[in-house]
């Protein structure tokens, strides 16, 4: 079955039972400066279940891209990709575990067909130090599913990772792990969560492949095992509690029900394969592969899957309009190619080949992601002058190396080649082999890790505050920067719409369409706009109407971003019910203008062909 298939019948499925169907989200998130990437199914609706309304409803459900960087030296294994898709549904303050626990095996054994003795749970076992409960009635509701097939479910208390090692899989079927494992919060386990964040309990689903046991990985068994024998691909979380200013815990009015499952990893236990790269959509590309290389996947999986995934990975980011560069998103597209042409030379692929794999990989999702078909052209471009510039790079990389390799190479001069020349540390390795030499691979994981510190500590920084915190301050800028692009189009002409925003808690940055050099003297009447705006006390209004509705209004889209059939416009208007400024948007905004201070725009600068960039501020009253 194909996992274009399986995301059909799992829409579907939920259809069936109320849920409005919501479009996956751009990998790059909206106005959210937290996080580079959209990671998981939830992220998007994170105003949701923290308890804003959603046009769509209470019952909701889709398909998301996701991308998870972490994931790219993991790459190689038969689970791991950076790019995925996560089938999600979600109640929000609708169903809870009746109904999630019921449906979701329902589709996985009764729809998809997954035999029930192949599938494996885990439940949260409590946590005595923050006087939280064991998730009973997700045993409960379990162990009764089971019955129904036949099955009698024996719960075990596990408790770690540690203690699963140890006791093994004990006969049982349901097994129960503590907050590390089985707790959810965006914080992490209780302990760490502030006051009033929310969290709760979730329900894994692992599904058995019968491998036998690789004792590297531990003495015994047990569904968090990595050795191979068991696959997650799925995840039911139950937000339920909240943390209080005392550090306690207490029930949430609105409850909501979050399930992730790995479209990839599904697809691989309905065929049975614990391979991912054998479903359809990427072994279209490493049909492709084998046909540029002249080599066979099973004799080089480790690079097979490196360039595959890569590409993949680059081509979706691509299709979003995140193009290769040194900062920011644009590094990891960057990163990716350059790590595909690695592994594409240790296959012997042809130079300029990777540029190739585009087609197959779009024609695998059969029309499922129309942004692929529509960038194919910039797609297949983009990989190939990456491919290119790369090439140069390590050719330049080579006469460095030729410099210090008559000798042990130190952890720094690695680095040095890493980090100024693309040069991975696998590279580096092989040639140092070569020349019979040493690299000190010690001192270079100390200065990687010195230098993701560094990189890490600038981020949190650059990248705090946000929409994903509400705060006030943000909230503000998010209605200003409404008004500076509606400033931007009255002064400059209806060819201007935004291309991207990012907002924090101390500033707002707005890219635009703009073809010709804006002038000192129209950015100045933007800013007089503006204020002039915050004074009349504009209104903010939301107003939820159909999509269709919404464009016939005038209203603003979000470059990139896909709306379902019922969407939020935000219109700011005046006394009189004049309308200066309509955009389709997900909130949060101030009420009235009158609670901005003066606006200023600090910088306006050129972007890229075609787009310009303003940085501005309120300033402080």
Not at 184 to 194: L, Q, T, V
Request: net charge negative.
């Amino acid at each position: 079955m194909s996992s274009n298939e399986i995301r059909e019948k799992y829409l579907n499925f939920f259809k069936e039972r109320v849920h409005n169907i919501i479009p996956s989200s751009s990998l790059v998130p909206e106005n959210d400066p937290t996080t580079l990437f959209v990671g998981s199914g939830m992220q998007p609706l994170i105003p949701y279940l923290l308890g804003q309304k959603h046009p769509m409803g209470s019952r909701l459900v889709n398909s998301q891209k996701s991308f998870r960087a972490d994931d790219i030296e993991e790459i190689g294994d038969n689970r791991h990709t950076t790019f995925f898709e996560m089938l999600g549904n979600w109640s929000l303050g609708d169903y809870f575990k009746e109904e999630q626990l019921s449906w979701i095996f329902s589709f996985l054994v009764d729809e998809l067909g997954l035999p029930p003795e192949n599938l494996y749970m885990t439940v949260f076992l409590g946590d005595k130090e923050n006087n939280i409960p064991k998730d009973e009635e997700s045993i409960g509701i379990l162990k009764r599913l089971f019955q129904e097939k036949g099955i009698e479910a024996k719960d075990i208390e596990l408790g770690s990772e540690e203690v699963g090692y140890e006791k093994g899989m004990q006969g049982g079927r349901i097994f129960a792990y503590g907050s590390k494992k089985n707790w959810w919060s965006r914080a992490g386990i209780p302990s760490n969560m502030p006051t009033g964040e929310p969290g709760g309990p979730d329900s894994e689903i692992f599904f058995d492949f019968g491998t036998p046991h690789n004792e590297a990985f531990g003495k015994q068994c047990h569904p968090n095992c990595d050795c191979g024998r068991f696959m997650e691909i799925g995840n039911s979380v139950f937000m339920e509690y909240k943390k209080k200013e005392d550090g306690s815990f207490e029930k949430l009015a609105q409850r909501n029900v979050d399930f992730g499952g790995g479209l990839e990893r599904i697809t691989a236990a309905v065929n049975k394969d614990a391979d991912v790269f054998k479903i359809n959509t990427l072994f279209a590309v490493i049909t492709k592969i084998e046909e540029l290389s002249s080599k066979k996947y099973e004799d080089n999986i480790t690079s097979f899957r490196i360039v595959a995934d890569h590409i993949r990975g680059a081509a979706f980011m691509i299709g979003d309009s995140v193009l290769p560069s040194n900062t920011e998103r644009g590094y990891f597209v960057r990163r990716l190619v350059r790590r595909a042409v690695r592994h594409a030379d240790i296959i012997e692929m042809k130079e300029g080949a990777l540029a190739l794999l585009v087609e197959p990989l779009i024609a695998a999702y059969e029309g499922s992601y129309l942004e692929l078909e529509d960038q194919k052209e910039e797609i297949e471009k983009n990989i190939q002058e990456e491919e290119e510039r790369f090439r140069l790079t390590l050719k330049k990389g080579l006469k460095e190396f030729e410099k210090i390799s008559s000798r042990n190479i130190t952890g720094k001069e690695a680095f040095d080649l890493y980090q100024t020349y693309g040069f991975p540390l696998d590279i580096t390795l092989e040639l140092a082999k070569e020349k019979g030499v040493l690299v000190d691979t010690i001192s270079f994981q100390e200065e990687f890790a010195a230098h993701q510190e560094i990189s890490r500590t600038a981020a949190a920084g650059r990248f705090k505050g946000g929409l994903a915190d509400a705060s006030y301050a943000t909230t503000k800028l998010h209605t200003a920067n409404h008004l500076l692009l509606a400033a931007l189009r009255e002064v400059l002409g209806d060819h201007v719409h935004q291309r991207g925003s990012n907002i924090t808690q101390e500033r707002i940055r707005l890219d635009f369409s703009q073809p010709q050099k804006v002038t000192p003297e129209q950015v100045q009447e933007v800013e007089n706009l503006v204020n002039v705006k915050i004074q009349e006390n504009l209104k903010m209004v939301k107003e939820e109407m159909t999509k269709e509705e919404a464009v016939k209004l005038g209203a603003e889209m979000e470059f990139g971003i896909k709306y379902g059939d019922i969407v939020s416009v935000y219109v700011l208007k005046d006394e009189k019910g004049n309308a200066f400024s309509k955009e389709f948007c997900g909130g949060p905004h101030v009420q009235n203008t009158s609670e901005l201070s003066q606006f200023e725009i600090i910088k306006e600068e050129a972007v890229s062909t075609g787009v310009r960039r303003i940085r501005a501020v309120l300033k402080a009253e």
